[in-house]
């Protein structure tokens, strides 16, 4: 069972933005990360992490003395970005993540993605081992987050892999379980937010996905994520957000805008015009003043330069791809 414990437009002149490099000295792992401020607080809460993997590429190319590669990363490095929580050592991970955060005066913004057969065998297949070692999973991550402001995308995909019967019937039911449970079991932390991911624009329709999300916990939820490493236009997102919203509640959602800048892609394969297609861009800068009461945010919840799956030269879904964020970056020139 689950536990419960409380307690503990591009923002673009680089170098006099949110990014400020500070030099650079070599450790263990080469260059050392450049150091970043945070966005104003009233129009976007969330942590920039200054040793995240843009930082580091930036300080990189900063040392090599490619100047113009550098501001190119440093406009991604300069936003907050998700923090998705890796398998090993949950709690010190969440927890350090958190602790930074409020040492800042920022809330986390994090992705739990480690649900039991995770992306149908696709390129980020795996997830926990079974219903037992996802609830304790989900734990670590609640211990790590304490009272601490945090808001937690919950298992992209999830959701929709029900709906389009990858996942096979047979998990339908023990899923349904570990989601409401998650959603649960995350919202005793007492200043945690939940969103439960909702797929995207182009993958499923609101009247199809109403019964799904209720049954996956979205009454107890604050709210839904849509275009989660996806590439739909924000309008269209938000579009389909207020028709969904419509069906459950009422309950407001976010939009992930990472790399939405020039809409989708429609050549290649269609079955995988979504893995690391080119000519894509940066899209809004996250902040949660949207202008619609029902968007609660744009944020970066795909890393802008991690690969999506071994696809079109791409490495491992996951892994930093410095020639891609590179490629987001001009594409939003």
Known sequence: MYRSRTGRAMAGVVGAAALLLT?????????????AS??????DPYWVNPEGNAARQAASYREDGDDEKAALIEEIAAQPVAEWIGTENVEAETRR????????????????????????GQFSRG??????????????????????????????????????????????EERYQLLRG?????????????????GNAGWS????????????????????????????PTAESAEFGRKLSEKVGGK?????????GNGSYTGGDPKENWCNPPGRALGETPTVETGDPLVDAYLWIKRPGESDGECKGGPKAGDWWPEYALGLARGTE
């Open 23 to 35: 030099g650079c000295s070599s450790g263990d792992d080469g260059n050392q990360p450049s150091k």
């Open 38 to 43: 945070q966005q104003p607080r009233e129009t």
């Open 97 to 120: 993540i958190t602790e930074s955060a409020a040492k800042a005066d920022r809330d986390a913004l994090l992705v739990l993605y480690n649900i039991p057969h995770r992306d149908c």
């Open 127 to 172: 997830g926990a081992a079974d219903a037992a070692a996802y609830r304790d999973f989900v734990d670590r991550a609640a211990e790590g987050i304490g009272d601490r402001r945090a808001t937690v995308i919950l298992e992209p995909d999830a959701v929709l892999h029900l709906v389009d019967s990858c996942t096979p019937r047979e998990f339908h």
């Open 182 to 198: 998650a959603v649960d079991r995350l919202k005793k932390q007492p200043n945690a937010k939940v969103y439960l991911d909702a």
């Open 205 to 232: 329709n609101p009247d199809v996905l109403q019964e799904p999300l209720r049954r996956a916990g979205i009454d107890k939820a604050d709210g839904f994520s849509v275009n989660v490493s996806n590439f739909y």
């Open 252 to 260: 407001p959602f976010v939009i992930d805008t990472s790399r939405n």
